[in-house]
């Protein structure tokens, strides 16, 4: 992928943004990784592209904790604070005029629904939803993070693996969900992958399908 690369100051710290665009984009998919990975996570890549091809922009967005070079995860609030101030540069700049759209794999996609409303995004895309953390031997299930999907207000795509730890979330008026061969990596059906995020995209936004 092609692109260039920025760093936006937040509260929290520098995040570092990755802008891949399309001509004569007509909307800007903004994604985030993962707790411990990166932007170059195999499922974000194959997103990317998908969206490039149908005319959609893409931002990567590195998280401050992972551009000062630390691998542990921070508190949701300053995780959805990063991520709002990164959203209000985009829509001032690369995305000004554009709509939307936000998403990311596990725990950037638990960001993005926290923050749609607060980012004016026009829909989420959830890659590898951490629905419910596994429980560990002897102790008691912990609560599952349904309410972050339910609080979401538009259109919502669930891209999961159908043998992912962190469970399977339902289906509800404005929200799919599309089961995958694989785990939470999403790495085993790259072509369902595909086939999962550029039907939504075209559904959401009416953009053609690649030719």
Same mark, same amino acid.
């Given at each position: 992928m092609?692109?260039?690369?920025?760093?936006?100051e937040t509260p929290q710290g520098t995040a570092r943004v990755h802008l891949?665009?399309?001509?004569?984009?007509?909307?800007?998919?903004?994604?985030?990784? $993962?707790?411990?990975? *990166?932007?170059?996570?195999?499922d974000l890549v194959i997103?990317?592209?998908?969206a490039q091809g149908l005319g959609i922009a893409v931002a990567l967005?590195?998280?401050p904790y992972r551009v000062a070079g630390r691998r542990s995860s921070v508190p949701a609030p300053r995780l959805d604070m990063a991520w709002t101030a990164v959203a209000d540069h985009l829509r001032a700049g690369p995305g000004s005029a554009l709509p939307l759209i936000t998403g $990311?794999?596990?725990? *950037?996609?638990?960001?993005a629904c926290r923050t749609a409303a607060a980012s004016g995004a026009s829909g989420v895309l959830c890659l590898a939803f951490p629905l419910q953390p596994?429980?560990?031997a002897g102790a008691a299930p912990r609560p599952d993070r349904l309410p972050e999907l339910a609080a979401v207000t538009v259109p919502v795509l669930i891209v999961q693996g159908e043998r992912d730890p962190f469970g399977m979330p339902t289906e509800a008026p404005g929200r799919r969900v599309v089961r995958l061969a694989g785990d939470h990596s999403l790495k085993s059906d790259a072509a369902g992958l595909r086939a999962a995020v550029g039907g939504w995209l075209t559904d959401v936004l009416g953009a053609p399908r690649p030719g």
């Open positions: 092609t692109g260039t690369t920025h760093d936006v891949h665009p399309a001509d004569g984009a007509r909307a800007l998919l903004m994604l985030g990784h $993962g707790a411990g990975g *990166g932007v170059a996570a195999p997103a990317t592209g998908v967005v590195e998280q $990311g794999r596990s725990s *950037g996609a638990r960001v596994p429980a560990r």
